[in-house]
Nanobody
Framework: QVQLVESGGGQVQTGGSLTLLCRATGFISYNWAIGWFRQAPGKEREAVAS????????EYAAAVRGRFTVSSADLGVTTYLNMTDLRPEDTGVYYCAAVEAPGGLYEYLFDYWGQGTRVTVSS
């Protein structure tokens, strides 16, 4: 079973940067995908970015394209979400999710979820 642990959250001011990490263990299949999602207070969880070792990746939600970059190392064991030009609307709990298949920007595509790491952007 794949297990995920996120880290790197914190509090920053508008315009600041943060890099989140997602460490995955337990992959069996050669194919993998990691997705980043976030949930703001009082709102539904939404997609942020997705990366995999298959064609068509990475993908970004429109709200973060050009400001966030997702990358991965060690065949998906460690995935980074580099966030720049942060805005108050980026505040929320950020989750990474994994699947041993093609991913994307939809929650239903992913089988495994981390516990989340909180990001707070103050104005």
């Amino acid at each position: 079973q794949v297990q995920l642990v996120e880290s790197g959250g914190g509090q920053v001011q508008t315009g600041g940067s943060l890099t989140l990490l997602c460490r995955a263990t337990g992959f069996i299949s050669y194919n993998w995908a990691i997705g980043w999602f976030r949930q703001a207070p009082g709102k539904e969880r939404e997609a942020v970015a997705s990366i995999s070792n298959m064609p068509g990746q990475p993908e970004y939600a429109a709200a973060v394209r050009g400001r966030f970059t997702v990358s991965s190392a060690d065949l998906g064991v460690t995935t980074y979400l580099n966030m720049t030009d942060l805005r108050p609307e980026d505040t929320g709990v950020y989750y990474c999710a994994a699947v041993e298949a093609p991913g994307g920007l939809y929650e239903y595509l992913f089988d495994y979820w981390g516990q989340g790491t909180r990001v707070t952007v103050s104005s």
